[in-house]
């Protein structure tokens, strides 16, 4: 029997989850990754089949998690991310966030578990207060489209301070900005595999409303840095991990169009509801708990990204 920790990461088929996988693996850890694939994928994860520390689960974590031997951490990085995927899939993104994170608490309980949650820049809303700081309770429309993602985060968020306060469950709750890199699917509707695909194609970029919304962007080594940080700490608050380097979104596209040399034209149309109209995050927190901050700036990241869309769009 080895004596190596062990996590279990949900979701580590898809883009964070993957990257996590690959980063516990190389801290020595064995690594169980649990996906329904809905919107993860196998290749993500492929080359780790054959992996003796490596182990795959088929599995929806809204229903019961079984799990044998010891678990020193549980990662839950399940859900549908994208705006599209949870206007297509509300009750599954709703479900993830609720059963699922009951379902990975109680497991991480009866283990002994660490438990981290994958939480959001969404649980702010369309936010009043900028930057946003771990202690602003956020301006969320519970019934509207992005609701069943803000709201499933929120109750996560809830949940997870309640079996750490009720259980004495050690627990760590991650806020996650917009983040990019590898293994993005390029039709996931999100700003940055949009824009890439469109101007790699040569097509029209699609900029929603007049552009002059905001996001800041983070690479996902930098993410992932702040991630591993955050589960080796003791810190049990929500810590706010992104870049915050702002741009507008019509701004970004046009950051875009100018990296891959492209002739695309900017196209506008209509905003979708409750789209934030800013966002950056204030990461004093991370960097006084976990001595983090990002190390990529836009420029450098979206570089390091050129090259997965390039072969991912045009083969
Ligand atoms: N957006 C856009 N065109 C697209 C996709 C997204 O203008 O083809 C805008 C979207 O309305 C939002 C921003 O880009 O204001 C970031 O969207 P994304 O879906 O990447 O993530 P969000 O931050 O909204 O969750």
Redesign the pocket.
């Known amino acids: 029997m080895s004596n190596k920790k062990r996590v279990l990461i949900t979701g580590g088929a898809g883009f964070l989850g993957s990257h996590l996988t690959d980063r516990f693996i190389k801290e020595g850890f064995q690594v169980i990754v649990m996906d329904n694939l809905i919107t993860g994928n196998p290749d993500n994860i492929g080359h780790l089949f054959g992996n003796d520390d490596f182990t795959f689960i088929e599995h929806d974590v809204t229903n019961f998690m079984h799990v044998a031997g010891d678990l020193d951490y549980i990662l839950h990085f399940a859900s549908p991310a994208?705006?599209?995927d949870y206007l297509e899939m509300p009750i599954q993104t709703l479900k993830v966030g609720s059963l699922g994170t009951h379902k990975a608490l109680g497991l991480a309980k009866a283990k002994g578990a660490t438990f981290v949650l994958a939480s959001t820049?969404?649980v702010y809303g369309d936010p009043l207060v900028h930057p946003q700081k771990e202690d602003y309770w956020g301006n969320v429309n519970p019934i509207g489209d992005?609701g069943v993602y803000d709201e499933a985060k929120r109750f996560a968020e809830a949940m997870t301070m309640a079996y750490h306060r009720y259980h004495g469950v050690e627990t760590r709750i991650v806020r996650i900005f917009?983040t990019y890199g590898t293994r993005m699917r390029i039709n996931d509707?999100?700003?940055?595999p949009?824009?890439m695909s469109?101007a790699l194609r040569g097509d029209d970029?699609?900029?929603?409303?007049d552009?002059s919304?905001t996001?800041s962007f983070t690479y996902v080594d930098d993410l992932v840095e702040g991630i591993y940080r955050l589960a080796m700490s003791d810190y049990n608050e929500p810590v706010n991990i992104g870049n915050p380097q702002e741009v507008s979104?019509l701004e970004?596209?046009k950051e875009i169009i100018e990296l891959t040399g492209s002739s695309s034209k900017v196209t506008f149309?209509e905003?979708?509801n409750d789209?934030?109209k800013v966002?950056k995050p204030d990461i004093s927190r991370a960097r006084e708990v976990l001595d983090w901050e990002p190390k990529y700036p836009r420029e450098e990241g979206l570089q390091k990204t050129l090259a997965y869309f390039k072969k991912a769009v045009l083969g």
Request: positive net charge.
């Open positions: 994208s705006p599209i820049s969404e992005r917009n509707g999100r700003a940055l949009a824009f469109q970029i699609t900029v929603f409303g552009g919304q996001r979104i970004f596209a149309q905003l979708p789209d934030p966002r």
